[in-house]
């Protein structure tokens, strides 16, 4: 046989060889009505259809095709039948097993997903499943579960999930009053009715939901004192009653209520902090109606000048009253800012009413009180809403006996305020009080990766600030009142505490003025940053000179800190090297010394711009000297050799006794200083050898800690011993990108070992905004988005943190300014090779299923960004549906009506018309502005 060119392609003994071509087995035909969804015509061989379902076969033996093809489903039925009774079994063994319900309804899911076993042959093949056939079907597990475990609250949760497909509000809302009733005792179900009242935007009131708020601590405080004698406590209730109260701070202060929000906490400080003893023994009800003629009496409260607190107040009214004293006046702040409201009429209305509401919510935020020296009454406030009655606050107080709780509810006050606090104190839950668009700055990230400031703050609006997306922060700190405010609650809470707590409060205080100067360096602003720089550097010295401060190294370390942002390099040295030379000979042993003296050498390495030399700078001889446990030596202009062959082996054998030995009580510490010490032999080693001999010992200190943690924690029998060394780690983990960041900055050197240290960190703490602006940051670098896409994926499929979903939006988001940039580049004519609606389209795709998660659904962060980026588009139509969206799941949002009368101005009346029906605070009525506009 030839082909066309001739040639013999088959010979006739070729044709006995069975190897020389492939059997076709002749099938007879089947019968065409019996087609299935791979084989819709009936047309393939078995063999095709076989492999069409993804099933091969090894066997080279003719197969009847309609076996081949029933095969594969009747195993999949029988599997999923053989699970159905396996479920059933279990919760007809055991009806008391709540994990064996809860799976069941679980797979209902899955048995959707496969050909349904109880399915008609015609529906095993099409696999059309309605979701409400779905839904009833948990629904009706789920009955059964309740009936057998009528106590239990995780189902009935549940149930009521499942129910919310189905019911009308008013229903729900019954449901859940009846679930509320008979669980009164139970703080994570109050947490999640709160939850739900306050996004249900149909009956949505601030008033409303302020009184339940109310109405839940109340109950919680009568089951803690035991006066609901119906139901027991519940373990964790006390520190769940608080989260549910600075939940309603922010609830309140995110409604625009700023002054009732601001009263609350001053109430429960006094009411926690203040106590008189002859109260102490009443139930938590009792004690509030002794604290309320206190609180009506007109005496200072706490942040108030001349606050004396509640117990003082009831021993001298037994006593007879106090006796006036002229107020002193020592006002030396020269910054007054009370400039007339309007300063431009010509701009468009909806512009002026930006602006006066914001001014009055910056300056306007504490509670308005009658000042006798003025001889002012009650009747004289202007606005009403501006005076706070005991009865909106009475049912919110609580009693808190735990230290720990008590100290946290100082410093939640602090940060509402908008000063930084060390530790992060926000409960998980608190997605629903983000709101401010500040997760992304990367606070002098870019400029110095290794001292960068990390704030605890961001993501929330501090009190006072309610700024437009567009707009951005309009002042940095608060004005004149507000500092002094503050100040005047510092100087209460001085009183309270002594010894470690008290220098803890003066390092809060410090870090308030330093992220201030921060802040002026962010925006560029010399003549605010000089006037700043005066003022922390005043309060820095002040704090420095009480005698309980002298000698705390951290509040040096921070003066220091301080000095080097403002630029006074020579005289922040001084200060670094005075601590060093008073701080004695511990050196490594010393957490203060070793964090001192890193924060010193990462300042120093930060001026270098190369690590050529490094051997013999000033941050090789304080990392020397910390390693030689001697008196400080201030720098000479050279380091010895030999000094750096003998701290070498100091900090290997300090690092390998630290990671040998076992635990000790203090675990806080023990964690801070094994940190503190891997940075510095870690950066001492980048600088005498390189950076491949830093990396490994953060790769070595990384590999034990995640060996050690949990096995160190289950010989001392200590719960707390997991979370200090999973701590350690992260923080450990931080400073490795840091050193990697800085490293690529100065010298070339591969992106990957950032990209891999990034992505397992990640992988481990999902929720840190350091490690993902790192990461986005290094992703601008790269042209391929596809390996980061997945990562992104894997990382929000496997956590609940709302952080991987915001900072894959912000790098879609960066990646498509990029592309715009490119393409509107003046080069001539660009030819697009990325589409750019693919890109809008992914974003938009983001979006939606951010806020469909269970954390983003009620997160005013969220839907900011996503009608900033549809308004962004152009999309006006769409925008406004989208914000009417956002409003039925955040109705309690101030932000977002603020944003909407810049997006939609035209629409300026409805939208307040709207604020006022849902009680929102509206600080500048329309019929007000027309008379100032008049004037």
């Not at 594969?72 to 059933?88: D, G, R």
């Not at 009263?263 to 102490?280: E, H, Y």
Request: aromatic share 10%; proline share 5%; charged share 25%.
């Amino acid at each position: 046989m030839l082909n066309a060119d001739g040639i013999l392609v088959c010979s006739k003994s070729s044709s006995s060889d069975p190897a020389a071509f492939v059997p076709v087995f002749q099938m007879e035909a089947e019968d065409p009505s019996d087609t299935t969804e791979v084989n819709p015509l009936g047309i393939y061989d078995p063999s095709t259809t076989v492999w069409l379902q993804g099933n091969g076969s090894k066997s080279t033996e003719p197969v009847n095709a309609q076996q081949a093809v029933q095969e594969p489903v009747i195993n999949m039925n029988s599997i999923l039948m053989t699970k159905v009774e396996e479920h059933n079994k279990k919760v007809r063994e055991n009806p008391r097993d709540i994990n064996a319900w809860m799976e069941f309804v679980s797979f209902q899911d899955e048995l959707m997903r496969g050909p349904s076993p109880y399915a008609s042959k015609g529906e095993q093949e099409v696999r059309r499943k309605s979701l409400k056939l779905i839904l009833e079907k948990k629904l009706a597990i789920l009955e059964r579960a309740i009936e057998s475990n009528p106590s239990n609250v995780d189902l009935k949760l549940a149930r009521l999930k499942i129910c919310a497909e189905f019911w009308e509000p008013p229903a729900l809302i019954k449901e859940w009053q009846k679930l509320i009733f008979l669980h009164p005792n139970n703080p994570e179900l109050w947490k999640k009715y709160l939850l739900f009242c306050q996004s249900q935007f149909t009956t949505f009131s601030v008033s409303k939901i302020n009184s339940l708020y109310g109405k839940c601590l109340t109950t919680l405080a009568a089951v803690q004192d035991g006066s609901m004698v119906s139901h027991p406590l519940l373990p964790g209730t006390e520190e769940a009653m608080l989260a549910i109260f600075i939940q309603q701070c922010h609830f309140l202060r995110q409604a625009g209520h700023s002054e009732k929000a601001v009263s609350l906490f001053q109430a429960l400080i006094d009411f926690t902090f203040f106590k008189p003893d002859s109260v102490k023994d009443l139930p938590t009800r009792g004690q509030v109606e002794f604290f309320e003629p206190f609180w009506d009496s007109g005496e200072p409260r706490i942040g108030e000048k001349g606050a004396r607190g509640w117990k003082a107040w009831m021993h001298q009214q037994e006593k007879g009253g106090w006796i006036a004293l002229k107020p002193d006046d020592d006002d030396d702040d020269e910054e007054i800012d009370e400039d007339q409201e309007i300063k431009d009429k010509t701009l468009p209305k909806w512009h002026i009413w930006l602006d006066v509401e914001y001014s009055r919510e910056a300056r306007h935020w504490l509670p308005w009180r009658p000042d006798k020296t003025k001889k002012e009454m009650e009747e004289d406030c202007e606005d009403p809403e501006r005076q706070v009655l005991f009865d909106d606050l009475g049912p919110s107080l609580i009693q808190l006996s735990n230290p720990d709780l008590q100290r946290q509810l100082l410093y939640s006050f602090l940060q509402f305020l908008g000063v930084p606090c060390t530790s992060k104190l926000f409960p998980s839950n608190l997605y629903i009080a983000m709101d401010e668009n500040n997760i992304f700055e990367s606070v002098l990230s870019d400029e110095k990766p290794l001292t960068s400031v990390e704030f605890p703050l961001s993501g929330f609006n501090s009190i006072g600030h309610m700024d437009t997306m567009l707009r951005g922060r309009h002042h940095i700190g608060h004005y004149k009142e507000g500092e002094e405010f503050i100040q005047n609650v510092f100087h209460v809470l001085f009183l309270l505490f002594s010894g470690k707590e008290k220098s803890n409060l003066s390092i809060c205080w410090l870090q308030y003025e330093i992220s201030k100067v921060v802040q002026c360096l962010q925006a560029k602003k010399k003549k605010k940053l000089k006037a700043q720089g005066r003022k922390s550097k005043k309060l820095a010295k002040n704090l420095l000179k009480a005698p309980d401060n002298r000698n705390h190294l951290s509040l040096w370390k921070l003066y220091a800190y301080l000095e080097w942002l403002l630029g006074n390099i020579d005289d922040a040295r001084k200060v670094f090297d005075t601590a060093l030379c008073t701080a004695g000979t511990e050196g490594l042993k010393s957490p203060q010394i070793c964090s001192l003296s890193l924060l010193y050498a990462q300042l120093e390495v930060e001026l270098l711009e190369s690590i050529e030399g490094a051997v013999m700078s000033r941050a090789v001889h304080i990392l020397t000297k910390l390693a030689e446990s001697g008196p400080y030596v201030p720098y000479s202009g050279q380091v010895l050799a030999v000094n750096v062959l003998k701290a070498r082996k100091t900090y290997e054998h300090a690092l390998q006794d630290y990671l040998s030995k076992p635990p000790v009580s203090d675990q806080v510490g023990d964690a801070n200083q094994l940190v503190n010490l891997v940075g510095c032999y870690a950066l001492f080693q980048y600088l005498t050898v390189g950076i491949d001999a830093a990396v490994l010992i953060y790769a070595q200190t990384s590999e034990k800690l995640e060996a050690l943690g949990p096995q160190k924690c289950e010989n001392t029998g200590e719960n707390f011993g997991i979370r200090n060394f999973s701590t350690a780690l992260e923080a450990v983990t931080l400073l490795h990108t840091n050193l990697l960041r800085f490293h690529m900055k100065i010298s070339v050197y591969p992106l990957n070992p950032l990209r891999e240290a990034l992505t397992e960190a990640l992988k481990r703490y999902p929720s840190n905004r350091s490690l993902w602006r790192s990461y986005i940051h290094i992703q601008r670098k790269s042209h391929s988005a596809s390996k980061a896409r997945r990562f992104f994926d894997g990382v929000t499929r496997s956590t609940n943190s709302l952080e991987p979903w915001l900072f894959a939006i912000q790098a879609e988001q960066m990646r498509k300014k990029l592309i715009e940039n490119v393409q509107r580049a003046d080069v001539g004519e660009i030819h697009s090779t990325i589409p750019e609606t693919g890109l809008t389209n992914r974003i938009v795709a983001l979006f939606e299923h951010a806020v469909q998660s269970e954390n983003g659904t009620h997160c005013p962060l969220l839907w900011r960004m996503y009608l900033n980026f549809l308004t962004s588009l152009g999309k006006k139509e769409k925008s406004r549906g989208l914000f009417y969206k956002a409003l039925q799941n955040c109705p309690w949002a101030k932000v977002l009506y603020m944003d909407a009368v810049e997006y939609f101005p035209d629409h300026l009346q409805e939208t307040l018309d709207l604020m006022t029906e849902k009680e929102l605070r509206v600080r500048v009525p329309v019929e007000e502005l027309d008379l100032l506009l008049e004037v």
